[in-house]
């Protein structure tokens, strides 16, 4: 649960963020890494999470928006990934790991100034 509120806290605060203070290009790469510094501090301060794992625990946190102009919508996703299989000789992994991650997707909308 604590891990949940942390990724929860860091799309919070990134989409806050970036809703008052957007950047002036579309490419959602670079609202994504903008977003990733928030998503990541919030997981860093957790104590259930390994923060020198979290290039092997995080996909990159995506942001999707399309037009940056007043009152357009984007929204931010961070996925973590509580468990990482390995497979080893003789042992069989179960397929589609992806239930074993935790994910938010937040909307956000470009506010006017």
Not at 13 to 23: K, N, V
């Amino acid at each position: 649960m604590l891990i949940r509120r942390s990724l929860h806290t860091g799309t919070y605060l990134a989409t806050r963020y970036l809703s008052l203070y957007p950047l002036d290009t579309t490419n959602g790469s670079d609202w994504g890494l903008v977003a990733q510094r928030f998503v990541w501090a919030e997981l860093k301060n957790n104590p259930f999470v390994d923060a020198s794992r979290l290039n092997d625990t995080m996909t990159p946190v995506r942001v999707d928006i399309s037009e940056n102009q007043c009152n357009s919508e984007f929204t931010v996703t961070a996925k973590y990934q509580l468990f990482t299989f390995t497979s080893s000789p003789g042992n069989m992994v179960l397929p589609g790991p992806e239930w074993a991650a935790l994910e938010e997707v937040r909307p956000g909308k470009v506010l006017c100034k």
